[in-house]
């Protein structure tokens, strides 16, 4: 069993950045892929980006490439995403979710956190 909380959500403006945390704890946190997930009102569940047990590759939806980095640490069993260049559309819910295999499909995840709201004013 793992637990996932997520931090780090809020308003921010247009062009402005934020960092997100995926706090982790329960089973050992290196042996999963991890990855970032986000829900917009009214619309699917969608990828963000993910990141191997090692962090030694890392993959991004189209709509974050070049302005999101997912990163994690695992000595503190923590994984993060830094948003750059935040636009209106990135108004979601993200959600963090550990997998044991490497997946931008979310069936294939096995946990999951409670999400933090990120709202982008325009």
């Known amino acids: 069993q793992v637990e996932l909380v997520e931090s780090g959500g809020g308003l921010v403006q247009a062009g402005g950045s934020l960092r997100l945390s995926c706090a982790a704890s329960?089973?050992?946190?290196?042996?999963?892929?991890m990855g970032w997930f986000r829900q917009a009102p009214g619309k699917e569940r969608e990828f963000v980006a993910s990141?191997?047990?090692?962090?030694?590759?890392?993959f991004y939806a189209d709509s974050m490439k070049g302005r999101s980095s997912i990163s994690r640490e695992n000595t503190k069993n923590t994984m993060y995403l830094q948003m750059n260049s935040l636009k209106p559309e990135d108004t979601a819910v993200y959600y963090c979710?550990?997998?044991?295999?490497?997946?931008?499909?979310?069936?294939?995840?096995?946990?999951w956190g409670q999400g933090t709201q990120v709202t982008v004013s325009s």
């Open positions: 329960g089973r050992t946190f290196s042996m999963y892929r």
């Open positions: 979710a550990a997998a044991t295999m490497a997946s931008t499909r979310q069936n294939d995840y096995d946990y």
């Open positions: 990141i191997t047990w090692s962090g030694g590759y890392t």
